[in-house]
């Protein structure tokens, strides 16, 4: 995997030049988003689809291709906007899709194209990003294979996709309700876990060393049926997955078999190998597995919850030696799901990922630190998440049209804070649980190296601190180490720090009580969401905006921003 500097790859994908672009071709979708009857768990309700399809259409593409997607919003009452999770929108931070952040919304019947380079190699996704649609079912696989005359540095025999989520029955308009109202009203766990959108709920496929449980059947309702992936034996197979889930971190294992990481969020990694994995929301894996078991049965694969006591049953699917029949029950129990609660299981997971030999290390020192506490408060009676004791609310005009144009209203006058009272006891509930709302929007300099330490703390329960994974759009970040407790930016923790081979990532997770430190280079400009990957969450208010050297930005399309202020500037004369 060849990655070239932002800078370069705008060059080249603006000039199409002919040594960037030789073997390149662009890929157009035509899609419509709306709301569909569906039964993800055998249980029918409306979700959000495209083309009638659930999950969404899955993109392949080669590194250095043009996506080009003609999304018509299908919705009869309100906006949509898609995020291509894991793309870095070089050169492109309009279609980035976020609204309020880089578009408007796309209202109900109105048209938007997302036109955008695939730059690098890897197993990537795409997700609504207004309210709470990725909930509702707005998601899809997003697979970029290496150019044409690239190779991978791992060898495999054939490539199978697991595209993992979790559901609710209750509408995304209800849970928005409750986790806005006085007094909150939680979500709860979700009723399923899927996975490529399926699942099954109160029934197990394994119900026969379940007691208790009803046996699911094969049954003709398609949009439920077990997920069978077929195998050959003595074959290695690339298996790739993703987490799109609304709250549920997750852990996976396949029966009988060892899972050998090979990338992370569209980065190599060095192979290590696993019995299990834990995938928290956002998170892409490539895995490779050899299917050199018995080949006269089919073996389990299990996805279980993580980091919350599990209310939830684990997600069971089908590897299938042929030539069993695909849906033959294997004769011995599901892997069993560590502990929710072991986070030391977690911890020897997550540590073990480094960045393979020939990845960019990172600059040796930064420019700027930030550090973000994340804690729950409370705000007029109802419950929010806060950083550094701001919880995000997003205007009515997107920033990357308000900045651009220099519009007066685009910011307020206070900036947020770069750290938080070193005083913080982050092992108790706040002692003044009083939080207040803000933009959050960090400005930061063009081409600077920026440190960023995620603090995690005690909520306002007693002995409660939640697994937050944080993404960061527009950029990959180095992760370059993690703590227990209070960061204290002292020479201890300088040296829990990894700068020799720490991986890139665009999603890492911050443990109970513990930070983690990531490192970035500011030089992609555009205005981008870094927030926690949970959507409740970020509908409390668990994110920051970064704003990059906005006056570099290219022309931006009238159609992504010409909303709220940004529409009034340009009817009377403005330019982007």
């Not at 007094?183 to 394994?206: D, K, T, V, Y």
């Not at 409390?540 to 290219?554: L, P, S, T």
């Amino acid at each position: 995997m060849r990655l070239l500097p932002a800078a370069l790859f705008a060059c080249c994908a603006l000039l199409l030049a002919p040594h960037c672009a030789e073997a390149a071709k662009a890929r157009h979708f035509k899609w419509e988003v709306g709301n569909m009857f569906w039964s993800p768990d055998c249980e029918e309700k409306v979700l959000i689809g495209i083309n009638g399809q659930f999950p969404g259409p899955t993109i392949r593409a080669k590194a250095g291709d043009t996506i080009v997607v003609e999304l018509k919003n299908g919705l009869h009452t309100e906006g949509v906007v898609i995020h291509w999770h894991g793309i870095r929108q070089i050169g492109t931070p309009w279609a980035d899709g976020t609204a309020a952040i880089s578009q408007c919304a796309i209202q109900p019947e109105e048209t938007f194209t997302y036109r955008f380079v695939v730059d690098k190699p890897g197993t990537y996704f795409y997700h609504g990003h207004y309210g709470m649609q990725r909930a509702a079912g707005l998601y899809g696989s997003l697979i970029v294979d290496v150019a044409d005359g690239e190779e991978e540095p791992f060898k495999y025999d054939g490539e199978l996709n697991l595209l993992l989520s979790d559901w609710y029955h209750e509408s995304i308009y209800n849970q928005m309700v409750g986790l806005s109202s006085s007094p909150m009203r939680w979500i709860g766990e979700p009723q399923s876990l899927l996975i490529n959108g399926r699942g099954q709920f109160n029934c197990s496929l394994a119900a026969a060393h379940t007691p208790g449980t009803k046996q699911c059947t094969a049954g003709g309702n398609k949009h439920c049926a077990p997920v069978i992936l077929p195998v050959q034996p003595n074959k290695t197979y690339r298996l790739r997955i993703s987490s799109t889930t609304s709250l549920a971190s997750l852990n996976l294992a396949i029966g009988n078999h060892k899972l050998t990481v090979v990338e992370a969020d569209g980065n190599y990694v060095e192979p290590f190998v696993v019995d299990d994995m834990d995938i928290y929301s956002g998170d892409s894996y490539s895995v490779l597995l050899t299917t050199d078991q018995n080949p006269s049965s089919n073996y389990w694969i299990s996805v279980g919850v993580r980091g919350r006591n599990p209310k939830t049953a684990p997600a069971l699917a089908l590897l299938n030696y042929r030539s069993n029949r695909g849906f033959k029950l294997p004769a011995v129990a599901p892997p069993v799901t560590p502990l929710w609660n072991d986070t030391a299981h977690s911890k020897n997971f997550t540590y073990r990922i480094f960045a393979r030999a020939g990845t960019p290390p990172p600059p040796a020192r930064s420019d700027r630190r930030i550090e973000l506490l994340n804690t729950q408060n409370k705000m007029d009676g109802h419950v929010k998440w806060s950083i550094n004791n701001v919880s995000l609310v997003l205007p009515a005009t997107p920033y990357l049209g308000s900045l651009k144009m220099g519009l007066k209203t685009a910011l307020t006058a206070a900036r947020p804070a770069d750290t938080f009272g070193r005083a913080y006891d982050v092992t108790r509930p706040p002692s003044n649980p009083n939080t207040t709302t803000g933009d959050n929007v960090y400005v930061l300099r063009h081409n600077t190296t920026v440190d960023v330490v995620l603090q995690n703390a005690n909520a306002l329960a007693d002995n409660v601190s939640e697994v937050h994974p944080w993404h960061l759009h527009g950029h990959d970040f180095w992760v370059l180490g993690y703590g227990e407790g209070a960061y204290k930016g002292d020479a201890a923790d300088a040296a829990r720090l990894n700068l020799v081979n720490p991986p890139l990532r665009n999603t890492a997770v911050i443990f109970p009580y513990g930070w983690t430190a990531l490192r970035f280079v500011a030089d992609n400009p555009g205005v981008w969401a870094f927030h926690c990957h949970i959507e409740p969450h970020l509908h409390m208010g668990m994110g920051v905006i970064f704003a990059e050297a906005i006056d570099r930005v290219g022309k931006v399309p009238r159609e992504a921003v010409s909303c709220g202020a940004t529409a009034t500037a340009l009817m009377n004369g403005d330019h982007l």
